[in-house]
């Protein structure tokens, strides 16, 4: 089934990362989430737009009696709310919107890029025709087609959703004692090791690296540390194997212990 198609993904670093894609399920919990965000939303803009202009005498008002501005002013309004609410937070949020977060999900373009705003206006505009019949009838018709579980919106963009794999750092309190090799380096490279841009870094390759095989954690951490590690701070090459890669998340669980001293 489509649901069951995987995204592999080339990083910079040429590491291949695969992920899940999202099946039908998902994507309907996702999509059902933001419909009632984007029904609130739209209610509140036009209550606040037609209290002003119609006071108490709003519950027995019909629509061919509003002011032709005003009700030129709804029919914008629902169409920002309608295409807009998904085009601006998916590229705000960097594919992500509050439905897809709660229901962990991502639009990715198909090499596994972030979507830029043509992939974003394009498979959002197209969701009006995904969407007939209600509720998406030719969107799931094609997702059931798709191996990848793609609506006619994704076709056209290039895009693809995928089910996000979140990976919690463990509390600090909890950690085991670090191996010896890794202990030793630690008090090698001393506190001041990393700068912010360093612990940005790190943050994506320990996100990563449970994906990862031990050689390929091993590759990737002996490319990465004379970027994060500083000079005059310790050596720049780690030793051979996954310690490298422990020792990279090591280092970040010290800075977010520092910086917030409950983890």
């Known amino acids: 089934m489509a649901a069951d198609g995987t995204l592999t993904v080339t990083t910079p670093e040429n590491v291949d990362i695969e992920y899940a894609i999202a099946g039908i399920g998902s994507r309907f919990v996702a999509a059902a989430i933001d419909h009632l965000v984007q029904v609130a939303v739209f209610v509140v803009g036009a209550l606040i737009l037609v209290i002003p202009v119609l006071g108490g005498g709003l519950a027995g008002v019909r629509i061919a009696a509003l002011p032709f501005w005003l009700t030129a002013a709804l029919i914008i309004w629902s169409f920002l709310v309608f295409w807009g609410y998904f085009a601006v937070l998916e590229l705000v949020g960097g594919g992500v919107s509050p439905g897809k977060r709660v229901a962990g999900l991502r639009v990715l373009r198909d090499g596994g890029l972030p979507v830029d705003a043509y992939a974003v206006i394009v498979r959002n505009l197209v969701r009006m025709?995904?969407?007939v019949p209600p509720p998406y009838g030719f969107g799931v018709l094609c997702m059931l087609w798709s191996r990848r579980c793609k609506r006619l919106g994704d076709w056209a963009a290039g895009t693809v959703v995928i089910k996000?794999?979140?990976?919690?750092?463990?509390?600090?309190?909890?950690?085991g004692p670090p191996s010896p090799t890794v202990a030793q380096w630690m008090r090698a490279l001393g506190p001041a090791a990393m700068d912010a841009d360093a612990c940005a870094l790190l943050r994506r390759f320990v996100a990563r690296r449970r994906w990862l095989t031990a050689a390929a954690q091993a590759d990737l951490a002996q490319r990465l540390a004379p970027s994060v590690i500083e000079p005059g701070h310790g050596p720049q090459v780690l030793p051979p194997g996954v310690q490298g890669a422990d020792l990279l998340e090591a280092l970040l669980r010290v800075s977010i212990a520092k910086r917030d001293p409950r983890r």
Not at 164 to 175: F, G, M, N, S, Y
């Open 129 to 131: 025709v995904d969407l």
């Open 164 to 175: 996000e794999r979140h990976q919690a750092l463990p509390r600090q309190d909890v950690l």
